[in-house]
């Protein structure tokens, strides 16, 4: 505003002195030079006495002001504001931007506790889920006696008692009622002696795993027939009848571990067969997993007369040979016994687990 009124005055001095100068080359044109220059401070004095001295203030003022122009306080508080509007207004951008990826950060790490919540529930479940399945069959399959009566018929005597009897019930067809059975070749131990050990030792495990055990004979002088041994089974109404002896032969390279069991033909007892049978299959295994002696297999027969009179599931285990030197060594030492007990337990456990099948 103040540059356009001093523009116009200016301009209308300009236009004043002008005229000025006309008239006076007019008027003296022929003057001296002095009068020349009275006429030109003259003129001068005129241009400046025409001026308006309100607007030659302003005039200089403004000449002052034009070589550094400043911006007025006014608007230079005014861009402040307006940068500190732009700066407030952004802020809450940023702001929000910043608490949208903080909500976003915070939704993912939920997801991801959420995932990994999931995922462990499942594990978990699936443990549970398996571990119930095991209790449950642990339970169908019992791994304990429960009070079943098991009657251990340790083989043979020192004491043979003598004469004969029927090989099974109604039979006319005699067999003796006891042999003195084999002995070691290696350490002479007989076959009485060991069968004894390893019964007394298995007596002790199946109580402990709690089945009711008797046993048939309980020490060497005992004088106990074949068919007697099977009537204490009976009688005690045992779920198991073991009985338990030790094989010899003429060859000293006859080795392995194998189960007498009846046919299921036998003319005696064939009701019992099946579980006899199942009996036997479990005893070898078992009795050969755990000792890692040689499975012969079962051998079904109808000739031995403590499983004829039998009326209970019965099962005749050969626990190896006594006429094989190595065998004869091992079945001998306290180790190898305590393998032989754990075998023939386990194999009266799985009878039971089959069973409950």
């Known amino acids: 505003m103040r540059r356009s009124q001093m523009f116009r005055s200016i301009s209308a001095a300009a236009g004043l002195c002008l005229l000025l100068v006309f008239s006076a080359v007019l008027e003296g044109c022929g003057d001296s030079a002095l009068q020349s220059e009275e006429a030109g401070r003259t003129v001068s004095e005129r241009i400046v006495e025409a001026i308006p001295e309100e607007e030659l203030a302003a005039a200089d003022a403004a000449q002052m002001e034009m070589p550094e122009p400043a911006v007025p306080e006014n608007t230079a508080a005014e861009a402040a504001a307006a ?3 732009v700066t407030e207004e952004a802020a809450p951008e940023e702001t929000a931007a910043e608490e949208a990826a903080a909500e976003d950060a915070a ?3 939920d997801a991801q506790d959420s995932i990994t919540e999931e995922a462990v529930t499942e594990i978990a479940e699936a443990e549970n889920d398996v571990t119930e ?4 069959a642990v339970q169908t399959a019992p791994i304990t006696g429960q009070g079943r009566v098991v009657v251990l018929d340790p083989g043979h005597s020192a004491n043979i008692p003598s004469g004969s009897e029927p090989l099974g019930p109604g039979s006319a067809e005699m067999k003796s009622k006891d042999t003195v059975g084999t002995r070691g070749t290696t350490t002479g131990l007989m076959e009485y002696e060991l069968v004894l050990n390893v019964c007394f030792a298995l007596q002790n ?3 402990s795993r709690g089945y009711t055990v008797y046993m048939t004979r309980s020490s060497h002088n005992d004088s106990v027939s074949c068919r007697e041994r099977a009537e204490v089974a009976n009688n005690a109404g ?3 009848f073991l009985r338990v ?3 010899g032969a003429e060859s000293a390279s006859a080795h392995g571990a194998s189960v007498l069991c009846i046919s ?7 009701a019992t067969y099946p579980q006899c049978r199942k009996l036997s299959d479990c005893v070898i295994a078992a009795y050969c997993a755990a000792t890692g002696c040689y499975s012969r297999g079962v051998f079904e027969t109808d000739q031995m007369s403590g499983n004829n009179w039998s009326r209970v599931p019965t099962a005749l285990i050969e626990l190896g040979f006594m006429t094989n030197p190595e065998e004869d060594t ?4 306290a180790d190898y016994q305590a393998l032989m007990v754990q075998g023939l337990a386990n194999g009266i456990d799985a009878y039971f687990a089959a069973n409950a099948q």
């Open 330 to 333: 091992r079945m001998a030492s």
């Open 245 to 247: 002896h030790a094989d």
């Open 205 to 207: 495990e199946l109580t």
């Open 83 to 85: 940068e500190t509007a």
């Open 238 to 240: 045992a779920a198991v």
């Open 107 to 109: 939704a993912d790490g």
């Open 133 to 136: 399945e095991a209790a449950a």
């Open 264 to 270: 299921g033909s036998n003319p005696y007892t064939a």
